[in-house]
């Protein structure tokens, strides 16, 4: 039966992998013009003495990319001028709410205290202050754009570059583009709505040691999160709570209480410890310094499914056969502790089948009412809400929750495959719950949440590789529990199923993880090929133009020539730079002496 469910598995991936690799090219080679497929993100470009980042930027490209460079857009460190706009906006509204109030009742103007949030201070009229307050604001943000604009240190080593194919953008981004591998690093840049602009102001040397941290933090919340779990699943043992406080006795056999304690309150009480992690976990992606929004979700997602995997699912085996046969471990020899693990596995089956319907039967029927939505709403509504705008922001759905529902899906796709041959009658608890979780997310994704962003199915590596993950992790399962019992000679047997499995992954990433990876250059010149015959006239620069600008200066209504780095001379830029050449004579790429200009100004010849 391992090798019959193995081997299903292993062809149901195959075949889901080859047809979502299928889609995704498909989905490419289909989708209209987008600014991300000219577009990438250069990462770590080195300081120049004579050059400002942006003029080094135009130079490297137009060198190195001479037929297909089109433009580029520095990034600002605008973190401080994003703060203040945003304050102005709250600003805003509290003023409109204000205003509005002042006009349903016009026989008294609105009054406020100038302390915060209006709880203290002195009493003043609330209109005249909040205008007073936007004003000096506007002032301040105006101070700091002009900043941001003419500091050079504001201007990160970070730049969206921009091609005039979709093959000169393919052949930049999967590319290296220097000697050195640490500097000028390239990578697709995110679509417009998908990039996290407060981290593209991290330094990259920064960015490792975030990682690094945040790698050392996720490790402590990970096991020392094993004490309330531990706590939690010797709820599920009565006669132990008895045994430790024998005057809750008398409490804990009352029939409601006793299958109330037994039944619901240790799922129950899991999902209450679980609800406030996928937040956490968000937060420490962001610490560690993604660019786009999709990936933050996608490392927040692999956060909490190790979390799920070591706390929910190891936790509640390993911490139960703690509790429950504590007494054995320090009683017998060490031969027979592989014996007491084994048999705890199969012990556990009816824990999970009641988290599976706690958490997983009415956390769909939950998904499908919305009724933590719901809450939210009426309390916003009831305590914040002052104006239309506050009201559109409450009843806003958001976008499905991959960091929270993805691990979730998977944790289940482990349970279900652990316990398909050890205890079966597990599986159609599994099955109902993937059957209404199919409906009720088909429901919610096209009727109810908003896309915040298009990854053309960029998570399903990291889905493929933790469910081949779930699988060897059930046949080493598997194989500690047969070695305990009468059916250890068969355990030999088993041995090729993981090593042919982890064979399977490597197979499947071989085969299909190039196609979300890379953008195949066959596509990109078809794509290329296809635009210029069905629109020569086509104004790419313009279609570009600020589609990488920081949104904060689109809002305050910059002025192009201000913020854009465009090219007005096609042949031609100077620059200040020394001359590090000791080429003989001048190639195409190479840079031309020019008697117009003195020893230390240069031509490139593009």
């Given at each position: 039966m391992a090798y019959v469910f193995s081997a299903w598995t292993c062809f149901v991936l195959y075949t889901e992998y080859d047809k979502i690799a299928s889609m995704r090219l498909h989905f490419l080679a289909s989708q209209r013009r987008r600014a991300d497929q000219f577009t990438v993100l250069v990462r770590n470009v080195p300081p120049d003495?004579?050059?400002?980042i942006s003029e080094h930027v135009d130079h490297f490209f137009r060198v190195n990319h001479p037929d297909h460079y089109l433009t580029h857009q520095v990034v600002y460190n605008a973190n401080k001028l994003a703060k203040l706009v945003k304050k102005k906006e709250k600003l805003k509204n509290w003023l409109d709410y204000y205003q509005i109030k002042y006009s349903r009742h016009p026989e008294k103007r609105p009054t406020t205290k100038e302390g915060f949030l209006g709880l203290w201070g002195e009493r003043v009229d609330a209109i005249d202050f909040y205008t007073a307050e936007i004003d000096t604001l506007v002032q301040k943000i105006a101070e700091e754009r002009e900043r941001v604009l003419k500091d050079p240190e504001a201007i990160m080593p970070v730049a969206f570059v921009s091609f005039n194919t979709r093959w000169g953008a393919a052949v930049c981004a999967q590319t290296q583009q220097s000697k050195n591998p640490t500097i000028w690093l390239t990578e697709w840049a995110p679509e417009p709505r998908d990039v996290y602009w407060s981290n593209l102001a991290i330094p990259f040397v920064a960015i490792a040691i975030r990682k690094l941290v945040m790698g050392v933090t996720l490790f402590f919340l990970v096991f020392f999160f094993m004490i309330p779990i531990a706590a939690v699943q010797s709820l599920a043992n009565l006669d132990g709570i008895e045994k430790v406080a024998p005057f809750l006795k008398s409490i804990i056999e009352v029939k409601i209480i006793k299958?109330?304690?037994?039944?619901?309150?240790?799922?129950?009480a899991l999902k209450i410890f679980l609800i406030i992690l996928p937040t956490i976990l968000m937060i420490m992606s962001k610490i560690e310094g993604y660019a786009a929004t999709s990936i933050l979700e996608r490392r927040a997602a692999a956060k909490y499914y190790y979390f799920m995997l070591v706390n929910v699912f190891l936790g509640s085996i390993i911490t139960g056969t703690a509790f429950q046969q504590l007494h054995a471990f320090l009683h017998q020899s060490p031969t027979q502790i592989p014996k007491t693990i084994g048999v705890s596995i199969p012990m556990k089956a009816t824990f999970f089948i009641t988290y599976i319907m706690v958490d997983g039967w009415a956390g769909i029927?939950?998904?499908i009412l919305r009724l933590k939505p719901l809450i939210i709403f009426h309390l916003k509504n009831m305590f914040l809400v002052k104006t239309e705008k506050d009201r559109e922001n409450a009843m806003d759905p958001g976008s499905v929750g991959f960091p929270e529902a993805l691990p979730q899906l998977q944790l289940y796709f482990l349970l279900g495959l652990v316990y398909a041959v050890i205890t079966p009658i597990l599986l159609p608890f599994i099955v109902i719950f993937f059957g209404f979780a199919y409906f009720v997310y088909r429901h919610q994704v096209i009727n109810v949440y908003n896309q915040e962003y298009e990854s053309v199915a960029a998570f399903w590596p990291h889905v493929h590789s933790r469910i081949v993950a779930a699988l060897v992790i059930s046949q080493l399962l598997l194989l500690g529990l047969l070695s305990t019992k009468k059916a250890a000679d068969s355990t030999p047997i088993l041995l090729a199923l993981p090593v042919l499995t982890i064979w399977f992954q490597r197979f499947c990433k071989s085969r299909f993880e190039p196609a979300f990876r890379r953008y195949p250059l066959e596509e990109a010149m078809a794509k290329d090929t296809l635009e210029r015959a069905t629109e020569p006239n086509l104004n790419l620069k313009g279609y570009l133009s600020n589609s990488y600008l920081h949104p904060i200066f689109?809002?305050?209504?910059?002025?192009?020539?201000e913020m854009g780095?465009?090219?007005?001379?096609?042949?031609?830029?100077?620059?200040k730079r020394h001359s590090k050449l000791n080429t003989p004579g001048a190639s195409e790429n190479s840079y031309i002496a020019s008697p117009e200009y003195d020893e230390e100004t240069y031509n490139y010849q593009v």
């Open positions: 003495t004579d050059e400002t299958s109330f304690l037994q039944g619901f309150l240790p799922g129950l029927a939950g998904e689109k809002s305050e209504g910059n002025e192009e020539n780095e465009w090219r007005d001379d096609d042949s031609l830029v100077l620059t």
